[in-house]
């Protein structure tokens, strides 16, 4: 079997390995690196599960190969908290919201909503649903997500004036 | 893993990609990913050599020269999104890529993939029709044009040669102050359209379309040039009744039919999008009295 040896920062850890070249990402994030936080659903990039930033832009894990991540910068939903004992702003709004129920697609829409509302701080409800349109939910109905998402931007606007 | 096993191979120029087209056995080029990387998922494809084009920089530009939008084959959809050039002196564009997947298919997803997948339901696909876009072909006798027209070899089949890539597009840009419309019915946010509508108008001192292009995404195996209702439109004064009387014809077109929707439902799609898309264009004309 054909391998490589990339070297990837995954959540700010630079890290080695030796991959096959028909891994993907969302495979070699679970398999090799221990990281199942990033959730495969599909792994035909319909459902947005596997939702991970890199370089800082929201991909799906699954339609990437690790190859390709080389050099390169990955965030997954491991890295988003500022620390082990603290949410990040985006998860505290979920929780308080009802953002999830069985939270599998949680992560996925966590990392989308983070490029977001980096792009667009203070959205309407109306982009935050065409934002979250990649992402497959089950059981919220989106309502509850959607409000997180909104409820998000305005504590994350908050800190950045504090 | 899903993928099957395959040699993997990530040049860095043009060249040494056509080199490698011309000499591996069951080659494919992988670009954004968006459509590939399912197919590979799925075992549907089962090439022995994976050409990966994502480091060829080169192929990533983003330009106006001569009247005209110049895009490489290996810029992001994103790119396209966020592009001021784009939105400004070429509307229908940035239109229609806010339809084309979601976010993250958008941040991988290339124009030279889109174009060479050829889904017939593409926006991308049906925006290069609409502007009478010209392709760049390379292979290992050097470059050539092709008028987008001529692209579609059958359905989701592209006119290249077994040793040559698409390297680049060339889109046509139309006077400023044009109208402008992308429209299109898909079940869903961010699906492939069931059908789609592309119409530019253009509208002359005495109030008469001047020049006038419809296309029809998704109906047929490629997407369509609707010339007797852009015949029926130049040289007349723009009015609801004009618009309804020349998409008549977009409503008789030979459409296929699939799993989600029969052809006369596509048919019915066709007139009604292409009617909606030119009212939409025609309001957005610069200066329109």
Not at chain 2, 61 to 88: C, H, K, P, W
Not at chain 2, 258 to 271: C, E, F, K, Q, T
Request: glycine share 10%.
């Amino acid at each position: 079997m054909e391998t490589r040896k990339i070297g990837v920062t995954v959540n700010g850890q630079r890290r080695e390995a030796e991959v096959e070249t028909r891994f993907t990402l969302a495979d070699f994030l679970r398999q090799q690196l221990g990281l199942t936080g990033t959730h495969l659903g599909c792994e035909h990039g319909v459902c947005g599960a596997c939702t991970v930033l890199l370089d800082g832009y929201s991909v799906r894990s699954c339609l990437m190969l690790a190859v390709q991540a080389n050099e390169h910068e990955i965030t997954t939903v491991e890295g988003i908290a500022p620390s082990k004992t603290e949410l990040h702003l985006l998860q505290e709004a979920f929780r308080d919201n009802h953002g999830l129920q069985c939270g599998f697609c949680t992560p996925g829409i966590l990392t989308t909503l983070i490029e977001f509302l980096r792009e667009n701080p203070d959205p309407t409800e109306a982009e935050v649903r065409i934002a979250i349109s990649g992402n497959l939910c089950r059981c919220t109905g989106y309502q509850g997500i959607v409000a997180a998402a909104l409820d998000a931007a305005k504590r994350m606007q908050g800190e950045k004036r504090g | 893993m899903k993928p099957p096993p395959f040699h993997y191979h990530d040049p860095e120029t043009v060249a040494e990609a056509v080199a490698l087209l011309g000499c591996l056995e069951n080659p494919k080029l992988l670009a954004g990913g968006q459509s590939l990387m399912p197919m590979l998922n799925m075992r549907y494809v089962l090439p022995d050599h994976v050409i990966d084009l994502n480091r060829v920089k080169a192929l990533s530009y983003l330009r106006e020269s001569g009247g005209a939008l110049e895009i490489g084959a290996m810029t992001r959809q994103r790119d396209i999104e966020f592009s001021d050039l784009v939105r400004n002196r070429c509307p229908l564009m940035h239109e229609a890529i806010l339809q084309v997947g979601h976010r993250q298919t958008r941040n991988r997803g290339t124009l030279g993939g889109s174009l060479c997948q050829l889904d017939p339901a593409a926006e991308l696909v049906t925006v290069a029709a609409a502007l009478d876009a010209t392709v760049t072909l390379t292979g290992p006798k050097g470059r050539r044009e092709l008028s987008f027209a001529g692209f579609p070899a059958g359905y989701m089949t592209p006119a290249l040669e077994p040793d040559e890539m698409l390297t680049g597009a060339r889109f046509p840009l139309w006077a400023k102050g044009h109208g402008h419309a992308f429209v299109e019915f898909s079940r869903r946010h961010g699906d492939f359209a069931v059908v789609s509508a592309a119409a530019l108008l253009e509208v002359g001192a005495s109030g008469k379309i001047t020049r006038a292009s419809v296309t029809i995404g998704g109906a047929t195996p490629a997407p369509i040039r609707a010339r007797e209702a852009e015949r029926a439109l130049v040289g007349n004064a723009a009015s609801s009744t004009l618009f309804r009387d020349a998409c008549e014809s977009c409503g008789k077109i030979e459409a296929v039919g699939d799993v989600h929707a029969p052809a006369s439902y596509r048919r019915h799609l066709a007139g009604v999008l292409a009617r909606r898309a030119l009212e939409k264009a025609h309001a957005r004309i610069e200066g329109r009295k």
